[in-house]
């Protein structure tokens, strides 16, 4: 499968005269050339920042804050391309984690597990390359957690999270596991590798997992995603 590099539709607010914020527009495609940069010279009203994914501002004034934006310096230090790097990687994820399904289920094994959250979603196509995928190796990664995908084959579409947790442990290769969050790459058989890096962080911390197993809705999913950065 292939490594997913989507452009990203960034603004950059660059206090000073047009033709400096320009130079520093080129200077940020250097390390991210996926970078759709709009370069602004003032801080615009809050409705215009929601049209970007990420924001970069320079300077010492720290006037934005959000989980897009990124204050560098106008010299962008290493540190800087760190931290904005994070940021893209970060963008893919919450999209993902934003739009995917979520249920709960008491099935007893990874098979039936797999059945029961590819029918809900209407992936019911798929379950063949999913059973392939897990007779190669178990996609168990510990702490309770199996992060099922399927075996060259995606969707129709775009690429797809469903989350099920079942209403109690049951074995997935070698390991008892609660929480299934399932990947679908999408048509090109693209794959988000920052989602991939962000659960395996995730799941290393198994009180985390354990309050994730216990949310009763999607939103609540969500907001406790989101509680801790990998």
């Known amino acids: 499968m292939e490594i997913e590099e989507k452009a990203v539709n960034a603004l950059l ?32 009203i809050e409705k215009e920042l929601s049209d970007y994914q990420l924001i970069i501002e320079v300077g010492e004034a720290q006037t934005l804050q959000g989980n897009n934006v990124v204050h560098v310096t106008r010299s962008l230090e290493s540190q800087n391309i760190i931290e904005i790097q994070k940021t893209i990687d970060l963008i893919g994820t919450n999209h993902l984690i934003e739009n995917m399904d979520y249920y709960h289920m008491n099935v007893k094994d990874s098979g039936a597990a797999i059945k029961y959250l590819l029918k809900k979603s209407g992936y019911q196509n798929l379950c063949p390359y999913f059973l392939e995928r897990e007779s190669m190796s178990s996609t168990d990664i510990g702490n309770r957690v199996a992060l099922p995908h399927p075996f060259l084959k995606g969707s129709e579409t775009s690429s797809k999270v469903i989350v099920g947790i079942n209403s109690h442990e049951i074995l997935w290769g070698n390991q008892k596991v609660r929480l299934i969050i ?16 962000e659960v ?3 799941t290393k911390n198994i009180g985390y997992i354990n309050k994730l197993i216990d949310t009763s809705s999607k939103e609540e999913f969500i907001k406790i995603w989101n509680e801790k950065k990998g």
């Open 13 to 44: 607010i660059y206090k000073g005269k047009s033709a400096e914020a320009e130079l520093f527009r080129y200077k940020l495609k250097t390390p991210f050339p996926n970078l759709e940069v709009k370069t602004l010279t003032y801080i615009p």
């Open 182 to 197: 399932m990947y679908i790459p999408d048509a090109n058989l693209k794959v988000d590798e920052a989602f991939f890096n």
């Open 200 to 202: 395996y962080q995730k």
